[in-house]
């Protein structure tokens, strides 16, 4: 399914807090104490974090990944940046295309999740947000974001980052988890991801904190901004063409130009 923007609105509020809060994992409203509970969380669990989304698929996988960022355009010769690269699995899709790990950066604010990242060493790590990104002005071809929408704490400044980092008609791509449409398919998708996924966390996880994580993955979704936001705010922060394509209802790939 393909769905394109609706036309960006002057009048109307683009998205900051891609969520509403959720007092259960940090005080509501208390941006830093969020940022610190996402830090602490994905350093802790680092250690779990690419044997879990291999058990559970909830990533999607790397052939999955691949296929997005084939589908969004990416060829060698690109410049390239992954935006929450966590472990890198989307960055190792990225060089099965490319092939030039020297044109990639990874940007993270999690020194634990960059650090499990098994890549090449001329691709660049850089400790950083996706809205204040530690890189120059139009010097990116192509920008991925893989499952960070629902982590980061202003949308808007994220998009006019991309915008910036991005050079003129370079390509954006969001990778997200969304709710499906129909009341029993999201009844289906939550009884797996918020009963069967800690449960299964559980039983193979290292770190005492990742079944927490991955209630909190399944609480982010559905308390996340509908789709139609995402396209308006990607559009309202000046990007063009935004559109997102959708694989199996629930596999969001939202893509636009600078
Ligand atoms: C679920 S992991 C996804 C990792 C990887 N992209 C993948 O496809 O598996 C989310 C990542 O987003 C990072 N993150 C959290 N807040 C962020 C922000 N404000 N900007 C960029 N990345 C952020 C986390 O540290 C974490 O590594």
Same mark, same amino acid.
């Given at each position: 399914m393909l769905q394109k923007s609706p036309p960006a609105d002057p009048h109307s509020d683009l998205v900051h807090l891609p969520h509403t809060p959720l007092p259960? &994992? &940090?005080?509501?409203?208390d941006a830093a104490e969020r940022e610190r509970f996402l830090r602490t969380t994905f350093d802790d669990t680092a250690v779990d974090y690419d044997r879990l989304e291999r058990i559970l698929g909830l990533g999607t996988g790397s052939w999955y990944r691949r296929q997005a960022l084939l589908r969004a355009g990416l060829k060698p010769g690109m410049d390239v940046v992954d935006v929450g690269m966590g472990t890198g699995l989307v960055s190792r899709e990225i060089l099965h295309v490319t092939g030039e790990p020297a044109r990639l950066v990874g940007v993270d604010p999690s020194p634990g999740m960059m650090g499990q990242a098994r890549l090449p060493a001329e691709v660049r790590c850089r400790e950083g947000r996706a809205e204040a990104m530690p890189l120059p002005d139009a010097s990116a071809d192509f920008i991925v974001m893989g499952y960070a929408l629902r982590h980061i704490a202003d949308f808007s400044a994220a998009c006019t980052e991309f915008r910036r980092v991005l050079r003129p008609g370079g390509t954006l791509l969001i990778l997200e988890i969304t709710r499906p449409e129909g009341r029993l398919a999201t009844a289906l998708l939550k009884a797996y991801m918020r009963g069967a996924v800690p449960l299964m966390a559980r039983l193979v996880? #290292?770190? #005492?904190a990742t079944p927490m994580l991955w209630r909190y993955y399944w609480d982010t979704i559905e308390a996340c901004v509908p789709p139609a936001e995402v396209l308006r705010t990607l559009a309202g922060c000046g990007l063009q063409a935004a559109e997102r394509y959708v694989e199996l209802g629930i596999f969001s790939e939202y893509r636009a130009r600078g």
């Amino acid at each position: 399914m393909l769905q394109k923007s609706p036309p960006a609105d002057p009048h109307s509020d683009l998205v900051h807090l891609p969520h509403t809060p959720l007092p259960d &994992y &940090y005080k509501s409203g208390d941006a830093a104490e969020r940022e610190r509970f996402l830090r602490t969380t994905f350093d802790d669990t680092a250690v779990d974090y690419d044997r879990l989304e291999r058990i559970l698929g909830l990533g999607t996988g790397s052939w999955y990944r691949r296929q997005a960022l084939l589908r969004a355009g990416l060829k060698p010769g690109m410049d390239v940046v992954d935006v929450g690269m966590g472990t890198g699995l989307v960055s190792r899709e990225i060089l099965h295309v490319t092939g030039e790990p020297a044109r990639l950066v990874g940007v993270d604010p999690s020194p634990g999740m960059m650090g499990q990242a098994r890549l090449p060493a001329e691709v660049r790590c850089r400790e950083g947000r996706a809205e204040a990104m530690p890189l120059p002005d139009a010097s990116a071809d192509f920008i991925v974001m893989g499952y960070a929408l629902r982590h980061i704490a202003d949308f808007s400044a994220a998009c006019t980052e991309f915008r910036r980092v991005l050079r003129p008609g370079g390509t954006l791509l969001i990778l997200e988890i969304t709710r499906p449409e129909g009341r029993l398919a999201t009844a289906l998708l939550k009884a797996y991801m918020r009963g069967a996924v800690p449960l299964m966390a559980r039983l193979v996880s #290292r770190a #005492r904190a990742t079944p927490m994580l991955w209630r909190y993955y399944w609480d982010t979704i559905e308390a996340c901004v509908p789709p139609a936001e995402v396209l308006r705010t990607l559009a309202g922060c000046g990007l063009q063409a935004a559109e997102r394509y959708v694989e199996l209802g629930i596999f969001s790939e939202y893509r636009a130009r600078g």
